[in-house]
């Protein structure tokens, strides 16, 4: 009885229906990094990762911090492209439903975290590991992905359906409140049939938003 084996694909030029090299190295890059931190991570193996040869992420990217700072620039962009529009349907609804605008950010914010875990492990990682990291963090994810939202809050605010001192810091800790709970999902049990996702969109909004009271 005769066997036979696929070769492995050789590194080098990609098939036309492949993520590119410098698609790859990112990717990559978001995965090493979250679970290793910037300072544990190498340029060797994130080109591992991504199948690629290590010289490739050295002509791309230069070196690893340049590649730090092309996965923040990619983060930031996809983000502002793809939920763009997300939030300013959660801006409009709010002008007459304040309520159901911030309980939709909650949802929108529980499936995004859940559905980018290596992304919110990777901000997490970094955010506390070097204050000269975490400010770049602030300054190019953090303050533009919430930016969006403070006038959502404004509006929330007026009509009592949230109550705070400082708009920025609730925003963080109401994000905060979402994020933990499905990145450390075991200290979160329950018996409740619904999943993490929905027990989380239940309890934060009976914890931050003021449910309206009927007429």
């Known amino acids: 009885m ?4 696929t070769p492995a694909r050789r590194r080098g030029r ?4 492949e993520i590119s090299g410098r698609e790859a ?34 002509r791309l990217f230069g070196n690893k911090a340049k590649l730090w ?3 923040l620039d990619t983060v930031a962009d996809e983000f502002e492209q793809q939920h763009r529009a997300t939030f300013e349907a959660i801006d409009n609804l709010a002008d007459n439903q304040p309520y159901q605008a911030m309980y939709r ?7 995004f975290t859940a559905e980018n875990p290596e992304l919110s492990a990777f901000l997490l990682q970094e955010a506390t590991m070097s204050a000269e990291r975490t400010k770049i963090i602030q300054q190019q994810i953090i303050q533009p992905m919430q930016q969006p939202m403070l006038k959502v809050v404004a509006k929330a605010k007026a009509a009592g359906v ?19 709970p499905l990145m ?32």
């Open 25 to 58: 190295l990112l990717s990559s890059a978001i995965t090493e990094f979250a679970k290793h931190g910037y300072e544990a991570a190498s340029l060797r193996a994130i080109a591992s990762g991504a199948d690629v040869d290590v010289a490739l992420c050295a």
């Open 184 to 215: 450390v999902p075991e200290v979160s049990p329950s018996k409740r049939p619904e999943s993490l996702q929905q027990r989380v969109i239940t309890e934060v909004s009976r914890i931050y938003l003021n449910a309206p009271q009927p007429e």
């Open 2 to 5: 005769t066997t036979t084996t």
């Open 69 to 71: 700072q092309a996965v």
């Open 162 to 180: 949230i109550d705070y001192h400082e708009p920025e810091l609730f925003l963080r800790m109401l994000v905060a409140a979402i994020v933990f």
């Open 14 to 17: 990609r098939q036309r229906n």
């Open 105 to 111: 950010f909650i949802e929108f914010h529980t499936r």
